[in-house]
């Protein structure tokens, strides 16, 4: 493949007309660029110069030119603008992962508030985990905590699990169960209808069914959407539920219940302490609560 540096130098020698003011155009020496050219014409089988007293374009070489200076000069613009902003403020690049769900209902607000350039992985808790650990991440937003050396959970956040579902869902007798604290009904009832799930082993339904019934749902749920988000706009469209944590909420869906006790979960700032500055920690700490 052809050498940029060869056009360039091409470029250089064309406008200046001299092998030597080219070289002090391009801060290489004149063998450099005489080195170059040779190979430049080699590469494309054509003579680009005539080598008299004054150097000169062949007739091949102007027209040669005449096809390669745009292109160059494009990119030279490129080039002087990237370096511009980098000159102006150099901003650190972190690779942050989060669940969707929460990037979108609380960090998407704030995404323009910090000075830096995120780039974002989305997925879930565990697979996010693995790749701050292998170093393809910088910062994780972490809904458990892992075992892996040198990771650090700093909390940030505090969710609140309630049992949701469509506004034309008649609650009534539920909520009479509920007043009447007939635990046994009550929980009949939730069990009598339809369920929506994130995943197939009803992790989120499952804790909040152990915090308040103390033993685990018999639940067969009516379908399975890894995405809280599409669980909750599916929810708008059909009488049936699901636990989620409360700031997923909009005013298009209705709070069935929200439990005998909170069902509550601890999210984290997690980072490799021997890989990240106390700066950034502190930066991400305030972006991501």
């Given at each position: ?64 030119y005449t096809q390669v200076v745009g292109p160059l000069e494009k990119l030279e ?177 209705k709070i069935i219940w929200s439990g005998r006790v909170p069902t509550e979960n ?24």
């Open positions: 493949m052809v050498n940029l540096e060869w056009y360039r130098t091409f470029k250089a020698v064309y406008q200046t007309g001299s092998l030597t003011a080219a070289s002090k155009a391009l801060f290489i020496s004149q063998p450099n660029v005489s080195q170059h050219l040779s190979a430049l014409e080699a590469y494309v089988g054509k003579t680009l110069f005539e080598r008299k007293p004054k150097i000169v374009p062949t007739e091949y070489g102007k027209l040669f613009k490129v080039e002087a603008s990237f370096n511009a902003v980098c000159l102006k403020k150099q901003l650190p690049i972190i690779r942050l992962g989060v669940v969707q769900e929460y990037f979108q209902a609380v960090l998407s607000e704030n995404i323009t508030t910090i000075d830096t350039n995120l780039i974002l992985s989305f997925g879930r808790t565990r697979d996010l985990l693995g790749r701050l650990h292998k170093g393809t991440l910088d910062f994780v937003v972490a809904t458990k905590l892992a075992d892996y050396k040198n990771l650090v959970f700093e909390p940030i956040r505090q969710e609140t699990f309630i049992i949701a579902g469509s506004k034309t869902i008649d609650t009534t007798e539920f909520d009479n169960y509920i007043s009447e604290e007939d635990w046994e009904s009550g929980e009949a009832w939730l069990l009598s209808q339809s369920w929506f799930a994130y995943t197939t082993d009803l992790a989120i339904i499952r804790k909040f069914w152990q915090k308040n019934f103390y033993k685990r749902p018999d639940i067969k749920p009516y379908c399975v959407i890894p995405d809280m988000n599409l669980i909750l706009k599916s929810l708008k469209h059909c009488p049936a539920l699901t636990v989620a944590a409360d700031y997923l909420l909009d005013d298009d869906l601890t999210l984290y700032l997690a980072y490799d302490k021997t890989k990240i500055t106390s700066d950034l920690v502190e930066l991400m700490k305030q972006f991501c609560q």
